[in-house]
């Protein structure tokens, strides 16, 4: 708890930073989040295709995936070991319905925090019943050449 707590107060403190940096925005705000929400599109169909290593190039060098119930992945093998695992195992029709996205400069962020940012919902099988239901925070930061990519994901079950 105390993690996801100072995970919280280190957003809100980049948020107020960019926001009263002074720095005149030299990008489309509405473009951004659109570059945003169709990062979120590739992965709904990276993951309905089961290609781990085309999910794991969503992150950004240095991108961060918290699953729920699991361990932090920190590395661009483990993110694609990952992957492998959950999407090869796994038939899916995954969804990922964005709740709100807002950019500051080169990041974009969930926008005011509260319970949910995006939903995600799985349903699937391969051998066993599986249904996922949960949230998502998801932090992005553009790319050297203007592209978005994940920087920190965040994942919580709705189930209890």
């Known amino acids: 708890m105390l993690r996801v707590q100072s995970l919280v107060a280190s ?6 930073t960019l926001s009263c940096s002074g720095r005149a925005p030299t990008r489309d705000a509405e473009a951004d989040k659109a570059a945003i929400r ?3 599109g590739r992965a ?3 993951s309905r295709a089961g290609d781990a290593a085309a999910w794991a190039a969503l992150f950004a060098d240095g991108g961060v995936y ?16 990952f992957a492998q695992l959950y999407l090869g195992r796994f038939w899916s029709q995954t969804t990922i319905t964005p ?16 319970k949910e940012r995006s939903r995600r919902k799985l349903e699937g099988t391969r051998s066993d019943p599986l249904q996922v239901d949960g949230k998502e925070i998801g932090i992005y930061r553009r790319q050297q050449d203007g592209a978005w990519k994940l920087w920190r994901l965040i994942g919580n079950s709705n189930r209890q």
Do not use: K
């Open 99 to 114: 709740v709100e996205v807002e950019v500051f400069g080169d990041w974009g962020l969930p926008g005011p925090l509260s």
């Open 44 to 46: 709904v169909e990276v």
């Open 66 to 81: 918290m699953p729920a119930n699991g361990p932090e992945i920190t590395t661009r093998a483990g993110l694609e070991e």
């Open 38 to 40: 169709a990062l979120i």
């Open 11 to 16: 957003v809100l403190a980049l948020a107020a």
